[in-house]
C-alpha cells in the first residue's frame, strides 16, 4: 500500500505524442494492435473521455466566445454558462471518490496489519525450521568427512596389500630363479660324471692295447730267432746274411713305426690325464658354489616363512578391522537416510507455509522498484526502474529532470522474498570459483554484468544532442503551463514560475479543479483512476 504522505508518481507520455493533437492520440490507441485487458476497452474509454473530458474544453472555448461577444456585443443573450454547474457537480463526484478512497484506505490498514502479523509468525516459524536444516546440515557435513576419511584408509590398506603382494611376487620368482640354476648344475655334474667314466674306459682300453703290442713283439722276436738260428744252419753265410739284413731292415722299420705308435699314445694318455684334473677342478668348485646355493635356499625358504606368517596375522587384523567398519558405515548410511527423509519433510512444510504465506497475501512487494502491487494488476510496464547514473542533472535515457521520477526500463513486477537474499550469496559462494571471467556489453569492459554496470549506454556523447533534449524538456514544461491555465481558472498558475512538477500539482490539489493525478508532466497521466458512480465501470488505464 502507498502512504498518504508519499507523493504520487505519474507516467510521462511519449515524445512522439507531445506535438499531435488530443484526437490524434486517442485514435492511435483506439486503432492500435495490442489486444485489450478484460477490465478496459476502447469503447469505454471513449465514452469516458467524450463525457467527462471534453465538455470541460468545449465549455471553456464556448466560455471564451461569449466573453468575445459580450466585449463586442454587450449583455444581449440571457443565457448562463454551465461552466460553474458542471465544476459543482465534478467536486461533488471527487469528494464523494476520495471519501470512499479513506474508507478503503482504513479496511487496507487494517488487513495490512493482520497480514503483517500472521507474516511475522510465519517468518519465525521459517527461522526455526532453518535453523533446524543447518543443525541437519552440520551432522551431514560431519559423516560425510567420516566416510571420506574412512574411504581415504581403506585406499591406503589396499596400497599396502598391493606392495605386499609384489613382494611376495619378487620372492617368488627369486626362488625360481635359484631353483632354475640348481638344476643347471645337477645337469653339468651328470655330464661331467658321464665324460669321467668315458675317460677311465678309455684308459683301460690303452692299457690293454699297450699290453698286446708288448706280447706280439715278444712272441715275434723269439720266432725271429728260433727261424735265423734255423735258415743260418742250413743256408750259407752269404745269403743268410743278405736275407738277415732285408729281415733286419724290415724288423727295424716295423720297430720305428711301433715307437711312433706308443709316442701317441703316451701323448694321448698325458692329455686324457691333463683333462681329467681339469674336469676334478670344476666339479670340485660346482660343488662349493652348489653348497652355498643351498645354504641360502634354506635361509630364505625360513625368511619366507616367518614372512608369511606375519602377513597373515595383520590380514586377519585388517579383515576384523574391515568388518567393524562395514557395520558403522552401515549405520552412518542409516543416518544418512533418516536425516534426508527429515530434510525432505521439512522442504514440504516450507513450501506449504510459503504457499500459505503468499495465498494470505494479496498484495506483494517488488524487487527492483521496492513498490507494493497487487498480482492482478501487473501488466508488462508495471515496473519502471533506472539503472544508469546520475550525471548532468538529467537521465540522457527518457529526458526526465528528477531523481525520483520513473525510469524508461519498463518491465513486470517481481515478488520480493526474504530468502532470496541468503539463497543468492550463499549460490555466489558455492559458484565463485566455477564461475568465468563476467564482461560487460554496455561498457565493453570485463569485472561485472550489464546489470551492474553504471554506464549508460543511451547517453548522447555529442553537444548537440544535450541540447536537443534541454530544449524538449523546457517545451514539455511550457505546453503543461498552457494546459493548466486553461483547465484552471484561477490566477495562482499565471503569475507563478514553477521550479518543477510537484509545486504544480500541490497548488493544484488545493484549488477546485480536477484530481492532480489526471495531470503529467506530458498531459494526460496513463495512471489515473477515475470512478463514475457505483453502476459504471472503472477506467484504469489507457495502454
Not at 57 to 72: A, G, I, M, V, W
Not at 438 to 466: I, L, R, V, Y
Request: charged share 25%.
Amino acid at each position: 500500500m502507498r502512504s498518504s504522505q508519499t507523493p504520487l508518481r505519474f507516467r510521462t507520455l511519449p515524445s512522439s505524442v507531445l506535438g499531435e493533437s488530443r484526437t490524434l492520440y486517442l485514435d492511435k490507441i483506439r486503432h492500435r494492435k495490442i489486444k485489450p485487458k478484460p477490465q478496459t476497452n476502447a469503447f469505454l474509454a471513449s465514452s469516458v473521455l467524450k463525457l467527462y473530458f471534453l465538455p470541460y474544453f468545449s465549455d471553456l472555448y464556448k466560455t471564451k466566445e461569449n466573453n468575445q461577444r459580450k466585449s463586442r456585443y454587450g449583455n444581449r443573450s440571457p443565457t448562463i454558462s454551465p461552466v460553474s454547474t458542471k465544476y459543482t457537480r465534478l467536486a461533488d463526484i471527487l469528494k464523494e471518490y476520495i471519501n470512499q478512497a479513506q474508507f478503503d484506505l482504513k479496511n487496507l490498514n487494517n488487513k495490512l496489519q493482520t497480514i503483517e502479523s500472521d507474516k511475522n509468525h510465519i517468518i519465525n516459524e521459517i527461522s526455526k525450521y532453518k535453523s533446524i536444516i543447518a543443525n541437519h546440515k552440520g551432522n551431514l557435513n560431519i559423516i560425510n568427512y567420516q566416510k571420506k576419511i574412512f574411504q581415504i584408509w581403506i585406499r591406503n590398506f589396499e596400497l599396502s596389500k598391493t606392495s605386499i603382494q609384489n613382494k611376495m611376487i619378487k620372492f617368488k620368482d627369486k626362488s625360481w630363479k635359484s631353483k632354475e640354476k640348481y638344476i643347471k648344475l645337477q645337469q653339468k655334474y651328470c655330464d661331467e660324471k658321464i665324460s669321467n667314466d668315458m675317460l677311465k674306459n678309455k684308459t683301460q682300453q690303452y692299457q690293454h692295447w699297450h699290453c698286446l703290442h708288448q706280447m706280439i713283439n715278444q712272441v715275434n722276436g723269439e720266432s725271429l730267432k728260433g727261424v735265423y738260428y734255423a735258415v743260418d744252419g742250413m743256408i750259407n753265410k752269404e745269403s743268410l746274411e743278405g736275407k738277415m739284413k732285408m729281415m733286419h731292415g724290415s724288423c727295424e722299420m716295423m720297430n720305428g713305426i711301433m715307437d711312433k705308435k706308443l709316442a701317441l699314445y703316451v701323448m694321448n694318455t698325458v692329455h686324457a690325464s691333463r683333462q681329467r684334473y681339469r674336469f676334478l677342478n670344476q666339479a670340485n668348485k660346482h660343488a662349493k658354489e652348489r653348497f652355498e646355493v643351498f645354504k641360502q635356499l634354506k635361509a630364505l625358504r625360513v625368511s619366507i616363512v616367518e614372512y608369511m606368517e606375519n602377513l597373515i596375522l595383520t590380514l586377519k587384523s585388517n579383515e576384523t578391522e574391515c568388518e567393524n567398519l562395514s557395520l558403522s558405515t552401515k549405520n552412518k548410511e542409516k543416518e544418512i537416510v533418516d536425516f534426508s527423509s527429515e530434510y525432505e519433510g521439512i522442504q514440504e512444510k516450507l513450501r506449504e507455509a510459503q504457499a500459505l504465506h503468499r495465498s494470505s497475501k494479496p498484495e506483494l512487494i517488488c524487487k527492483t522498484c521496492n513498490r507494493t502491487y497487487i498480482e492482478l494488476e501487473n501488466y508488462n510496464w508495471s515496473c519502471s526502474v533506472h539503472t544508469s547514473e546520475w550525471s548532468g542533472s538529467m537521465y540522457w535515457c527518457c529526458g526526465s529532470v528528477y531523481k525520483e521520477s520513473i525510469g524508461c526500463q519498463k518491465r513486470k513486477h517481481q515478488e520480493r522474498k526474504d530468502e532470496d537474499y541468503q539463497e543468492a550469496l550463499v549460490f555466489s559462494i558455492l559458484t565463485e570459483d566455477k564461475q568465468g571471467p563476467t564482461f560487460c556489453t554496455n561498457c565493453k569492459t570485463p569485472g561485472h554484468t550489464s546489470q551492474k554496470c553504471s554506464f549508460d549506454p543511451n547517453s548522447p556523447n555529442t553537444s548537440f544532442t544535450k541540447n536537443k533534449h534541454k530544449i524538449r524538456v523546457r517545451m514539455i514544461n511550457q505546453n503543461l503551463k498552457k494546459k493548466l491555465n486553461r483547465i484552471l481558472p484561477t490566477s495562482k498558475l499565471k503569475n507563478n514560475n514553477f521550479s518543477d512538477i510537484y509545486q504544480i500539482k500541490t497548488i493544484a490539489s488545493t484549488s477546485v479543479s480536477p484530481e492532480p493525478s489526471l495531470i503529467s508532466e506530458g498531459g494526460l497521466s496513463s495512471k489515473s483512476f477515475i470512478k463514475i458512480r457505483s453502476e459504471t465501470p472503472t477506467f484504469k488505464s489507457i495502454h
